[in-house]
Every structure is written in structure tokens, then in C-alpha cells.
């Protein structure tokens, strides 16, 4: 019996070793993908900042465009305003010269006639006074001719005096022209200088206009490079979104493989179990039917021996006293049912969960901890080096290390499973009962957090339950 027990014992304790091994491989898978997706999401953390950033810059860019191309529709404004005074300005001068050219003739031609009548005037005087010695000549010969000699006088005179005037009045216009045309020469200089000035802010307005027209094509340029960058991160983004989608989808599959390795074992324990429990049956069938058939042949001796002792006519009483005392005892030399499976049965555990370590839960069951993946378990903040306790009595199904978790210890309560992770070492070996309370290792550190947490993770069968619900 126990042979069978034994044999039942190691073909469920083999298969949980590859069932481990496959779930080493599993775990060691999961956390390669947990590392590969917290850099992704670091990386994507990043690109995402770097976005903000450009699109922060595209925005303070894109402001200071619209204030330049303000700047240079003000300047153009301005420039066209200076074009148009400079314009009017040249016009004016324009006319300051056509007043000076028509003065300057207007002066020329007083001129000449001035000197033209200072000639007539001057000859005049000089026939006058040609006339004037033939008359003193005249009267020393005795000869008179008052009365016309009168008149001849008074003509002259009257013919001097208004050629005079008429010379007098041409050089008074004569005058007036040139004083205009000294005017017009001032306007004309001031209109010139007035014009420059204009000139030179024309060119002023025009070279600013030209660096903010350069400075508009360097921002547009850098909104361009900008937008381009933001392109690039959010294209880069949705590719390690999608390689993250990938791989916590290949993630719920192994995990989802774990839960039915772990279902599995469970059912071919239990299968190992029915079958040492039938086997045990049969062989305690056959004990008891040998029991009754020896003790139904040892009615049959007794009865026997019985009838010859009445043919001898020996006391009924003291025969069947002695039949009684003489009716050997059954003693059962089978192991009793304790015995027989107190090896190979899993203690079971109370189902009140005691805490395994204690300290603060800093992770939740459910909680996300990567995109797209919840907690399975908790996680408990304690201490490095802390003592981990068993949280029920059990027995230990593994004992070793899964990448992603450190050392790891799985404890089989009957009707729950509890996981311990994150373990710096274990004192407990796969195989071993243990109680609760009963210390199985010591904390580490979480892989990827570097933190003293302990991931602690129970189960109903294959299924994962929030272990809050049982402590």
C-alpha cells in the first residue's frame, strides 16, 4: 500500500517539476517582456516630452511669425508712406524749379529790356545834348527860335522822365523776380535735404524689412523642423505602441499558459490522488473480504468442534465459554487510513491568511502596474533580509528561482495556492510541509523597481484571486 502511495507520490511530484520548468520559462519570458516594455514606455515617456517641448517651441515660433509678419506690414505701410512723401516731395521740388527756371527768364528778360531802354535813354541824352551845343552855337550867331526851342525842351523832358520810370518800374519787377526766385531756391534746398532724409528712411525701412522677411524664413523654417520632429516621435510612438500591444498580448498568453500548467498539475495531482485513494480502497476491499471469509472459516471450525464436543456430552455451557474464549481475536495489521496517506497528503490549510511579511501593500491586486497588464497579486514593502512567513500550513510544490521575481516559493494550502516572490533566498525545498507562521526565506528586492517588495499572489485552482479577500 504504501509502495502504491510512493509511486502515486513521485509521478505527481515529476510532473510539477516540468510543469516548473515550463513555468520558469514562461516567467522568465514574461519578465524579458516586462523589461522590454517598461523601456518602450520610457522611451515613449520621452518622445512624448521631447513632442511637448517642440510643440511648446511651434507655438512660441509661430507667435513670434505672426508678430513679424505684423512688423513687416507696419514697415510697408511706413515704406509706402515715405515712397508717397518722397513722391510729393520731388513733385514740389519739380515745381521749385520750373518756378526758378520761369523766374530766372522772367529776370533775363528785365534785363534786357532795361538795358535795351538804358540804351535808347542814354542815346536820347546824347542827341539831346548834341542839340543842345548847336543851339548854345546857334544863339552866338544871332539866331532865335524861342517858342519852338521851348516846346522841343519840354518834350524831351517829358520823354526822359517816363522812360525813366519805365526803366525804373522793369527794374523794380526786375526785383520782386529775383527775390522770388531766391525764395524758391531756399524751398527748393530745404525740399532737397527733406528729401534725402525721406530717402534714407526709405532705405532704412526697406533693409529692416529685409531682415525681418529673412528672420520669418528662419521661423518658418524652424516650424517646419519642429513639425517635421513631432511627426517623427508620434510615428515613432505608434510603433512601439503597437510592439507594446504585441507583446503584452504574448504576455496574457503566458500567463494564460501558467494558469493551465498550474490547472494541470493540480488536476494530475488529483488524479494521482483518486488513484492511490481507488487503489487503497481496492486493497482495503480484499482485506476485509479476506477478514470475513477467515472468520467464516473459523466460525465454520469452531461450529465444528462444538457438535463433537455435544457427541461427548460435555457441558453446553462451559463449551461455548470456551468456544468464546477460545475464538481468536482479528487484529488488523493494515495501515490505518491516517497512516497510509499522512505522506502524501497536502496539509490543508485553515483558509484565513495570515500577512507573510509585515509592512504597507504598495501595489494592489488588479492595480496596472505596465500599460495594458494588472497586478495578478500585491506587492508589500518591508525590509531587505525580513523574514517571510508561509501565510497558512501547506506544502511546498516549488522552491527555486523565476527570473522576473528572484527566488520564488509556491505553497499548495488545498484549496488556495499563495506565490512568494521577490525573495533573496529560501529556506523551505520543494516537497516540504510546512505550517503557518512557518518561516520559508528572506526579502530581496523587486528586478525592475529596486525596492524591498514582496510579491505575494494567490489561487483558487488555476484562477487568481485577490488575496486582501483572505487575510
Same mark, same amino acid.
Given at each position: 500500500?504504501?509502495?502504491?502511495?510512493?509511486?502515486?507520490?513521485?509521478?505527481?511530484?515529476?510532473?510539477?517539476?516540468?510543469?516548473?520548468?515550463?513555468?520558469?520559462?514562461?516567467?522568465?519570458?514574461? +519578465?524579458?517582456?516586462?523589461?522590454?516594455?517598461?523601456? $518602450?514606455?520610457?522611451?515613449?515617456?520621452?518622445?512624448?516630452?521631447?513632442?511637448?517641448?517642440?510643440?511648446?517651441?511651434?507655438?512660441?515660433?509661430?507667435?513670434?511669425?505672426?508678430?513679424?509678419?505684423?512688423?513687416?506690414?507696419?514697415?510697408?505701410?511706413?515704406?509706402?508712406?515715405?515712397?508717397?512723401? &518722397?513722391?510729393?516731395?520731388?513733385?514740389?521740388?519739380?515745381?521749385?524749379?520750373? $518756378?526758378?527756371?520761369?523766374?530766372?527768364?522772367?529776370?533775363? #528778360?528785365?534785363?534786357?529790356?532795361?538795358?535795351?531802354?538804358?540804351?535808347?535813354? @542814354?542815346?536820347?541824352?546824347?542827341?539831346? %545834348?548834341?542839340?543842345?551845343? @548847336?543851339?548854345?552855337?546857334? @544863339?552866338?550867331?544871332?539866331?532865335?527860335?524861342?517858342?519852338?526851342?521851348?516846346?522841343?525842351?519840354? %518834350?524831351?523832358?517829358?520823354?526822359?522822365?517816363?522812360?525813366?520810370?519805365?526803366?525804373?518800374?522793369?527794374?523794380?519787377?526786375?526785383?520782386?523776380?529775383?527775390?522770388?526766385?531766391?525764395?524758391?531756391?531756399?524751398?527748393?534746398?530745404?525740399?532737397?535735404?527733406?528729401?534725402?532724409?525721406?530717402?534714407?528712411?526709405?532705405? @532704412?525701412?526697406?533693409?529692416?524689412?529685409?531682415?525681418?522677411?529673412?528672420?520669418?524664413?528662419?521661423?518658418?523654417?524652424?516650424?517646419? +523642423?519642429?513639425?517635421?520632429?513631432?511627426?517623427?516621435?508620434?510615428?515613432?510612438?505608434?510603433?512601439?505602441?503597437?510592439?507594446?500591444?504585441?507583446?503584452?498580448?504574448?504576455?496574457?498568453?503566458?500567463?494564460?499558459?501558467?494558469?493551465? /500548467?498550474?490547472?494541470?498539475?493540480?488536476?494530475?495531482?488529483?488524479?494521482?490522488?483518486?488513484?492511490?485513494?481507488?487503489?487503497?480502497?481496492?486493497?482495503?476491499?480484499?482485506?476485509? /473480504?479476506?477478514?470475513?471469509?477467515?472468520?467464516?472459516?473459523?466460525?465454520?471450525?469452531?461450529?465444528?468442534?462444538?457438535?463433537?464436543?455435544? *457427541?461427548?456430552?460435555?457441558?453446553?455451557?462451559?463449551?461455548?465459554?470456551?468456544?468464546?474464549?477460545?475464538?481468536?481475536?482479528?487484529?488488523?495489521?493494515?495501515?490505518?487510513?491516517?497512516?497510509?496517506?499522512?505522506?502524501?497528503?497536502?496539509?490543508?490549510?485553515?483558509?484565513?491568511?495570515?500577512?507573510?511579511?509585515?509592512?504597507?501593500?504598495?501595489?494592489?491586486?488588479?492595480?496596472?502596474?505596465?500599460?495594458?497588464?494588472?497586478?495578478?497579486?500585491?506587492?508589500?514593502?518591508?525590509?531587505?533580509?525580513?523574514?517571510?512567513?508561509?501565510? %497558512?500550513?501547506?506544502?511546498?510544490?516549488?522552491? *527555486?528561482?523565476?527570473?522576473?521575481?528572484?527566488?520564488?516559493?509556491?505553497?499548495?494550502?488545498?484549496?488556495?495556492?499563495?506565490?512568494?516572490?521577490?525573495?533573496?533566498?529560501?529556506?523551505?525545498?520543494?516537497?516540504?510541509?510546512?505550517?503557518?507562521?512557518?518561516? /520559508? *526565506?528572506?526579502?530581496? #528586492?523587486?528586478?525592475?523597481?529596486?525596492?524591498?517588495?514582496?510579491?505575494?499572489?494567490?489561487?483558487?485552482?488555476?484562477?487568481?484571486?485577490?488575496?486582501?479577500? &483572505?487575510?
Amino acid at each position: 500500500m504504501k509502495k502504491i502511495i510512493l509511486k502515486f507520490s513521485l509521478f505527481a511530484c515529476t510532473l510539477l517539476l516540468v510543469f516548473a520548468d515550463q513555468i520558469e520559462d514562461n516567467k522568465k519570458r514574461i +519578465q524579458q517582456i516586462d523589461s522590454q516594455v517598461n523601456k $518602450n514606455n520610457q522611451v515613449i515617456n520621452k518622445n512624448k516630452t521631447e513632442i511637448g517641448k517642440a510643440k511648446k517651441n511651434e507655438i512660441t515660433t509661430t507667435t513670434q511669425v505672426k508678430q513679424l509678419e505684423t512688423n513687416i506690414v507696419r514697415l510697408q505701410n511706413e515704406y509706402n508712406e515715405a515712397e508717397k512723401k &518722397y513722391r510729393n516731395i520731388l513733385t514740389k521740388i519739380g515745381v521749385n524749379n520750373e $518756378n526758378i527756371n520761369s523766374n530766372i527768364s522772367e529776370i533775363n #528778360r528785365n534785363t534786357q529790356i532795361i538795358n535795351i531802354n538804358k540804351t535808347d535813354l @542814354n542815346n536820347k541824352i546824347r542827341t539831346w %545834348d548834341k542839340i543842345r551845343r @548847336n543851339k548854345e552855337k546857334t @544863339n552866338k550867331i544871332g539866331i532865335s527860335s524861342s517858342a519852338n526851342q521851348l516846346k522841343m525842351r519840354h %518834350d524831351l523832358k517829358i520823354l526822359f522822365n517816363k522812360q525813366k520810370d519805365y526803366i525804373q518800374g522793369v527794374e523794380d519787377t526786375k526785383k520782386n523776380v529775383e527775390n522770388k526766385k531766391n525764395k524758391e531756391e531756399v524751398i527748393k534746398a530745404l525740399n532737397q535735404k527733406e528729401a534725402a532724409s525721406v530717402n534714407a528712411a526709405k532705405s @532704412n525701412l526697406e533693409n529692416k524689412s529685409k531682415e525681418l522677411n529673412e528672420a520669418k524664413k528662419e521661423k518658418n523654417k524652424l516650424i517646419a +523642423q519642429l513639425r517635421g520632429k513631432q511627426a517623427t516621435l508620434n510615428t515613432e510612438n505608434k510603433k512601439i505602441e503597437k510592439s507594446n500591444s504585441q507583446l503584452v498580448s504574448e504576455k496574457k498568453k503566458l500567463n494564460a499558459q501558467i494558469q493551465a /500548467i498550474i490547472q494541470r498539475a493540480i488536476r494530475e495531482r488529483e488524479l494521482a490522488m483518486e488513484r492511490a485513494a481507488e487503489e487503497k480502497r481496492k486493497q482495503e476491499e480484499a482485506e476485509r /473480504i479476506r477478514r470475513e471469509a477467515e472468520a467464516q472459516r473459523r466460525t465454520a471450525e469452531e461450529r465444528k468442534s462444538t457438535n463433537e464436543l455435544s *457427541g461427548a456430552k460435555t457441558v453446553p455451557s462451559r463449551s461455548t465459554s470456551t468456544t468464546a474464549n477460545n475464538t481468536p481475536k482479528v487484529i488488523n495489521t493494515s495501515p490505518t487510513s491516517s497512516s497510509s496517506t499522512s505522506s502524501s497528503r497536502t496539509p490543508t490549510g485553515t483558509g484565513k491568511l495570515i500577512m507573510p511579511i509585515n509592512g504597507s501593500v504598495v501595489v494592489s491586486y488588479g492595480q496596472t502596474k505596465v500599460e495594458g497588464l494588472k497586478s495578478n497579486g500585491i506587492e508589500i514593502r518591508g525590509s531587505v533580509g525580513q523574514s517571510v512567513r508561509a501565510a %497558512d500550513t501547506g506544502k511546498v510544490i516549488y522552491s *527555486g528561482s523565476l527570473n522576473g521575481l528572484g527566488s520564488v516559493v509556491i505553497i499548495d494550502h488545498g484549496s488556495l495556492v499563495t506565490v512568494y516572490g521577490n525573495l533573496s533566498g529560501v529556506s523551505v525545498s520543494k516537497g516540504a510541509n510546512v505550517n503557518k507562521g512557518q518561516t /520559508i *526565506g528572506t526579502l530581496g #528586492r523587486d528586478q525592475i523597481s529596486k525596492q524591498p517588495n514582496l510579491y505575494f499572489e494567490t489561487r483558487r485552482g488555476v484562477n487568481v484571486v485577490n488575496p486582501m479577500s &483572505y487575510f
